[in-house]
T-cell receptor, first 111, second 113 residues
Framework: DAGITQSPRHKVTETGTPVTLRCHQT?????MYWYRQDPGHGLRLIHY???????DKGEVSDGYSVSRSKTEDFLLTLESATSSQTSVYFC??????????FGQGTRLTVV | DQQVKQNSPSLSVQEGRISILNCDYTNSMFDYFLWYKKYPAEGPTFLISISSIKDKNEDGRFTVFLNKSAKHLSLHIVPSQPGDSAVYFCAASAQGGSEKLVFGKGTKLTVNP
């Protein structure tokens, strides 16, 4: 493993509730990413970070926010969860441009 | 608008034969390409990559070919083994642009014993 821990690994939540997913790394990599994986869509970038307090949107950022107050932690927040946000979420870390290393994933179900 | 395309959702091959997975891209700014392998209930794992200054990169049973003029790359697995059965994702990034990996939708490879 590349020193990435996602928590929780599984979560069921109700529509309209806020949800925060955590990604923790021990590699001191500059870049951190949140992707979601859905059938027929592959891996789509939600948000990414290129340093502490430096974040930017990906292709499917609507309904999500992120924060990175420390190098090792990257938080993904669903402000008000919807059923369309039921997905598997992957955090990744990297040095930029070259290969990224992925966590084990968080399976989120919004009911 | 899909910038990285994997047009074959699935591929089935016999053990010992060659597996060829294909990927096309539309963004001419992409200059670094990667393949990831993903097993169920696990995160994707890096397999092999290639820079746009090369047209081939080999690592054991895995070879990636890049045809820049056609904006096409392929992953060859020879010989294929049942343990290679997984979903394979093609990804691309652009130097000097945002440091983001753009992924295709994936191809599910099944290697039959």
């Amino acid at each position: 493993d590349a020193g990435i821990t996602q928590s929780p690994r599984h979560k069921v939540t109700e529509t309209g509730t806020p949800v925060t997913l955590r990604c923790h790394q021990t590699e001191n990599h500059r870049y951190m990413y949140w992707y979601r994986q859905d059938p027929g869509h592959g891996l789509r970038l939600i948000h990414y970070s290129y340093g502490v307090k430096d974040t930017d949107k990906g292709e499917v950022s609507d309904g999500y926010s992120v924060s990175r107050s420390k190098t090792e932690d990257f938080l993904l927040t669903l402000e008000s969860a919807t059923s369309s946000q039921t997905s598997v979420y992957f955090c990744a870390i990297g040095l930029g441009l070259t290969e990224a290393f992925f966590g084990q994933g968080t399976r989120l179900t919004v009911v | 608008d899909q910038q990285v395309k994997q047009n074959s959702p699935s591929l089935s091959v016999q053990e010992g034969r060659i597996s060829i997975l294909n990927c096309d891209y539309t963004n001419s700014m992409f200059d670094y390409f990667l393949w990831y392998k993903k097993y169920p209930a696990e995160g994707p794992t890096f397999l092999i990559s290639i820079s746009s200054i090369k047209d081939k990169n080999e690592d054991g049973r895995f070879t990636v070919f890049l045809n820049k003029s056609a904006k096409h790359l392929s992953l060859h697995i020879v010989p294929s083994q049942p343990g290679d059965s997984a979903v394979y994702f093609c990804a691309a990034s652009a130097q000097g642009g945002s440091e983001k990996l753009v992924f295709g939708k994936g191809t599910k490879l099944t290697v039959n014993p």
